[in-house]
């Protein structure tokens, strides 16, 4: 064959060249001979290609085999030798052998623990540091971790990349691939990954020390897999606290749930109290959601706590706060009054300023429902003097916009908008949207009452455009419906207050629930529609048992019913009620 052309076609890894200089040296030489050698560098398959080759390897019902897919893609991201080694373990065991979402065929992961097996001394103690710290790892936490100086790191970390085990970013290092770290990972001693988790969560402690509230969710999950419950508790906390602060409410209440489940292994004599703490947390988060059933559910078990362990009155008085709001959202002010007193007793006797003012509030919430207006008023000032003596600026807002509320439906409209407008001054000094929508859209209401139509609008969908949670959401909504009725435009309110509506039923928030349905009556009416304007005020009645105001919101509109359809005598007797 001397005479004919030959074509040899050879693959070869990147990495495995690094260890055989000849082969390496023969590449190098045969590239620099023009038009003897072409080399083609293959990178991992995109993912339709991926999954076209996933397709076309297994047989099998099409939707098994579609349903499989994210998790071959997964697994493989783009390395078709784990493309074909998972179709062959299919083959072998069917779908149901992939498993979870991180399958990895024995042939792969013992080819790769073949690769790692190959490193130094140094680059196996960086490489085990990396894949605890997770994908990716900055120089200056390796060194940490390692103990090694930054020479040596630095080296062991080219030994690394040259192997493609690791490639660089700067000075942060990442895997090459997920499933590689998941080898490094699971090939380690137990005992030998809580020791690095505990080096890592000390090392990022070390290094981002004026920034820890970023870093919290990190040092939780390394403090968690090291075993130290304390210190996996106290960033777990640190994580939701400034989650609850964003409104990323449900990441909140998903690191107070795991902060409760991990503080369940706490020793006897911590675990009570800090469980305690924890569950008065994850409450305030679900509340904000509106979620207040779950909050029921979350307390009222731990009464048996509260009580067995003698807890101190600082924590009784928040228990029974909590519990005293949540009732009153939804309708039971009866309840709410008893846990009020409750906390208010607890907070007296422990000198806990902060405790009393949000029980102050949460009366004037109570009384506001009641149509109690004038010891709503008191409760709402002593809220604010209670609150004012503490740091507690969230609640300063809200003591002022449940005093404005109170105010606005005695007619005091000056004095309510003074209230409510500090309400939303303090609420624009914490940057904290829940407050101040509450305050804006109650002042777009007060306009609206006093005829100021176009100040009215402007400040209602403000209010609705400002508000992040479904409790202020949904109270903005109802503002704007009333705003839009008061303006003469019942079209615009009625569509509000149906979404209003809608938005308050699957959230099961009775407070507000019976002058709402009024008001929703009364845009339906002024549209043409008695039937529909009817129902609502019966239903109105039904949800106005303990709620005088409510009850007379639903006898005003049946009034005007009565009014609309010549029914004078039967209007009479219904507005005078």
């Not at 030798?81 to 065929?105: D, K």
């Not at 130094?120 to 710290?133: F, K, T």
């Not at 909590?322 to 007296?348: D, K, M, P, W």
């Not at 000056?414 to 409510?420: G, H, K, P, Q, T």
């Amino acid at each position: 064959i001397g005479d004919r052309p030959v074509l040899l076609v050879a693959t070869a890894r990147e990495e495995d060249l690094a260890g055989v200089p000849q082969l390496r040296r023969f590449v190098e030489e045969m590239s620099h001979a023009v038009g003897r050698l072409e080399r083609i560098s293959l990178g991992p398959l995109s993912r339709a290609h991926t999954l076209a080759l996933w397709h076309v390897l297994v047989r099998g019902k099409a939707s098994e085999v579609d349903a499989a897919s994210e998790r071959v893609w997964q697994a493989s991201e783009g390395n078709p030798l784990v493309v074909v080694e998972v179709a062959r373990a299919v083959e072998a065991g069917g779908l149901a052998s992939l498993g979870g979402p991180a399958v990895l065929p024995p042939r792969v992961r013992e080819l790769i623990t073949a690769r790692l097996e190959c490193l130094s001394e140094n680059a196996q103690r960086v490489l085990a540091a990396a894949a605890v710290s997770g994908r990716e790892s900055p120089l200056d936490l390796l060194r940490h971790v390692t103990g090694l100086g930054e020479a040596v790191v630095i080296e062991a970390l080219d030994e690394l990349i040259r192997l493609r085990v690791l490639h660089a970013d700067g000075d942060v290092f990442a895997f090459t691939h997920e499933r590689v770290r998941d080898v490094a990972y699971g090939r380690m001693l137990a005992a030998h990954r809580r020791s690095l988790h505990r080096a890592v969560a000390e090392a990022i402690e070390a290094l981002d020390r004026e920034h820890l509230d970023g870093v919290a969710d990190r040092l939780a999950h390394h403090y968690a897999r090291a075993e130290h419950t304390p210190k996996a508790v106290e960033y777990l906390v640190r994580f939701a606290e400034e989650a609850a602060r964003r409104y990323a409410l449900e990441d909140a209440v998903r690191a107070f749930g795991e902060a409760m489940e991990l503080a369940g292994r706490l020793p006897r004599d911590e675990q009570d109290l800090r469980l305690l703490d924890l569950s008065l947390r994850l409450a305030f988060a679900l509340s904000v959601l509106g979620r207040f059933r779950e909050i029921l559910d979350l307390l009222l078990p731990q009464k048996v706590r509260l009580e067995a362990v003698g807890a101190p009155l600082m924590l009784s008085g928040p228990y029974h706060c909590r519990l005293a709001l949540t009732y009153s959202y939804l309708g039971e002010q009866g309840e709410a009054a008893r846990h009020a007193a409750e906390a208010l007793v607890a907070a007296q006797g422990s000198g806990d300023t902060a405790t009393a003012g949000k029980a102050h509030y949460t009366l004037a919430l109570s009384n506001h429902a009641l149509g109690k207006l004038r010891q709503g008023v008191e409760h709402g000032k002593a809220a604010v003097e209670a609150l004012e003596q503490t740091g507690e600026r969230y609640w300063v807002g809200l003591a002022y916009w449940v005093l404005g509320m109170n105010q606005a439906v005695l007619g005091e409209f000056e004095a309510a908008l003074r209230a409510v407008t500090l309400a939303e001054r303090v609420g624009a000094s914490i940057d904290d949207a829940r407050v101040r929508a509450l305050g804006v859209s109650t002042r777009g209401w007060l306009h609206a009452l006093r005829g100021d139509i176009d100040e009215a609008a402007m400040a209602c969908t403000e209010g609705l455009e400002i508000a992040r949670d479904p409790i202020s959401v949904s109270a903005a909504l109802r503002r704007l419906g009333m705003a839009h009725l008061e303006a003469g435009d019942a079209r615009s309110a009625a569509a509000k207050l149906e979404e209003w509506l809608q938005r308050l039923r699957g959230l099961g928030v009775q407070l507000g629930l019976p002058q709402g349905l009024a008001s929703l009556g009364e845009a339906h009416l002024a549209c043409g529609n008695p039937v529909r304007a009817r129902d609502l005020a019966e239903e109105s009645l039904r949800a106005a048992s303990a709620d005088a105001l409510g009850a007379g919101c639903a006898c005003r509109l049946l009034g005007l019913i009565a009014r609309a359809e010549g029914r004078l005598d039967d209007a009479e007797s219904q507005l005078a009620q």
